[in-house]
T-cell receptor, first 115, second 108 residues
């Protein structure tokens, strides 16, 4: 069966420090991968998505970047964190094919606090 | 612009009463709509999709193209329905656009 992992589960970082959040998927090949930020009152905001290795689409211009170095690995990064980067970050995957991407499977999330 | 709107951030309903979570969208094409749910300490997951015309855990949702709505309904609320609910829409590509969510609390 397919599983999705995220780490770390929680992270406290000072302003200006770098960031690297990792997401990996097991049990499937060639998934679509997604990074979201979940904030109270603002819902679920899509940050990046990827349909293949090295293919990244950015949805919201900001202080973050994403990379997909391997088929089932998706990394969210920042060179210098801002206070506004605090939030709950979710990774998700979906299968390819018509309508398959409509069912997305979410990871447990990473709670990031920037101080 | 393509948008999904959930007008209620919070909704409290007594156990046994009917539940309606509102979702409106703006899109000129033929949308595909979904409801996702996140129970306490669980992962966000798909609840139902309009194309399946299914009832999951007693919930149903009807797409009303005239009113551009996709409200989620249940005739009799149960305590285990307390959760965060997100309406989501696919605009014909590889991604979903989510609403801001409604936190549903069922009062015993």
């Amino acid at each position: 069966s397919q599983t999705i992992h995220q780490w770390p589960a929680t992270l406290v970082q000072p302003v200006g420090s770098p960031l690297s959040l990792e997401c990996t998927v097991e049990g499937t090949s060639n998934p679509n991968l997604y990074w979201y930020r979940q904030a109270a009152g603002r819902g679920l905001q899509l940050l990046f998505y990827s349909v293949g290795i090295g293919q990244i689409s950015s949805e919201v211009p900001q202080n973050l970047s994403a990379s997909r170095p391997q088929d089932r690995q998706f990394i969210l990064s920042s060179k210098k964190l801002l206070l506004s980067d605090s939030g709950f970050y979710l990774c998700a995957w979906s299968s390819r094919g018509p309508r398959s991407y409509n069912e997305q499977f979410f990871g447990p999330g990473t709670r990031l606090t920037v101080l | 612009a393509q948008r999904v709107t959930q007008p209620e951030k919070l909704l409290s309903v007594f156990k046994g009463a009917p539940v309606e979570l509102k979702c409106n969208y703006s899109y000129s094409g033929s949308p595909e709509l979904f409801w996702y749910v996140q129970y306490s300490r669980q992962r966000l997951q798909l609840l139902l999709r309009h194309i399946s015309r299914e009832s999951i855990k007693g919930f149903t949702a009807d797409l009303n193209k005239g009113e551009t709505s996709f409200h989620l309904k249940k005739p009799f609320a149960q305590e285990e329905d307390s959760a965060m609910y997100y309406c989501a829409l696919n605009f014909g590509n590889e991604k979903l656009t989510f609403g801001t969510g409604t936190r549903l609390t069922i009062i015993p």
